[in-house]
């Protein structure tokens, strides 16, 4: 069952998305536009996972689904985005669980009720 949809902005080959939960926009064929990621997530009742920003604004006037997950860390090598989100995912999802926000940064993880 597939709860997550990951934003092109993201790798799609990140071993702790290789599961039928996460589904990349590049797998629904054509590249999206925002609205259209939007829609897709919220009929399909994902959690979008981005690092684009206007997720993350659409999202707070607004209730779920979807619910977003905004991986706000800047520019870093994919290798350090891997550790990263490795070291921080459980904590992600658990936050992800409570929150229609979250929003990952560097130094801490917050979510927005």
């Not at 707070?60 to 997950?69: F, Y």
């Amino acid at each position: 069952m597939v709860r997550f949809l990951v934003d092109a902005n993201l790798p799609k080959y990140f071993s702790f998305w290789s599961s039928d939960e996460y589904l990349h926009v590049s797998d629904l064929g054509t590249d999206l536009l925002d609205s259209q990621t939007w829609t897709y997530a919220k009929n399909n009742q994902l959690t979008i996972i981005s690092k684009d920003s206007d997720f993350s604004a659409r999202i707070i006037n607004k209730e779920p689904p979807p619910k977003v997950i905004h991986v706000k860390i800047g520019n870093m090598k994919i290798g350090e985005l891997y550790d990263f989100i490795g070291k921080r995912w459980e904590e992600i999802l658990e936050m992800n669980t409570k929150c229609k926000l979250v929003k990952a940064y560097s130094d801490k993880i917050l979510g927005v009720d």
